[in-house]
C-alpha cells in the first residue's frame, strides 16, 4: 500500500464531518477547525454521521492524497465534538 510511514502525526476531527467534502474542504477544515497545517505531512482523519465512512487526507510531499474507507458492516470508533482534535500514533491509527 502507498502510504504515510511509520512515525507520521495522526489528527482526528472529533465529531461529524460532511463527507461530501474533497481535499479543498478537507484541507480547509484541518487548518481552520483543528489548527494544524495540512500539509505538514501529518494525516487527518474526518468520520461522516453514520459512523461508517472515514476519509484520510495526507500531503506526500507532492500533493494531497485523499483515502476513503467505507465499513460494509460496524462504525469506526470516534470521539465526542467536545474533545475536539485528538491526535493518535501511526501505529493506533
Known amino acids: 500500500m502507498i502510504g504515510p510511514g511509520t512515525g507520521v ?5 472529533a465529531g461529524v464531518t460532511d463527507m461530501r467534502k474533497g481535499i479543498t474542504g478537507l ?3 484541518a487548518q481552520e477547525v483543528l489548527r494544524q497545517n495540512p500539509a505538514s505531512g501529518a494525516v487527518f482523519a ?3 454521521r453514520r459512523g461508517d465512512r ?3 487526507l495526507y500531503w506526500d510531499g507532492q500533493g494531497f492524497c485523499l483515502y476513503y474507507k467505507v465499513l460494509e458492516r460496524g462504525r469506526f470508533p470516534w470521539p465526542s465534538p467536545a474533545d ?5 500514533t501511526s501505529a493506533q491509527l
Do not use: T
Not at 84 to 88: A, E, F, N, Q
Open 54 to 56: 472515514l476519509k484520510l
Open 84 to 88: 475536539g482534535s485528538v491526535r493518535l
Open 27 to 29: 484541507a480547509a477544515l
Open 46 to 48: 474526518f468520520r461522516g
Open 9 to 13: 502525526r495522526v489528527y482526528l476531527a
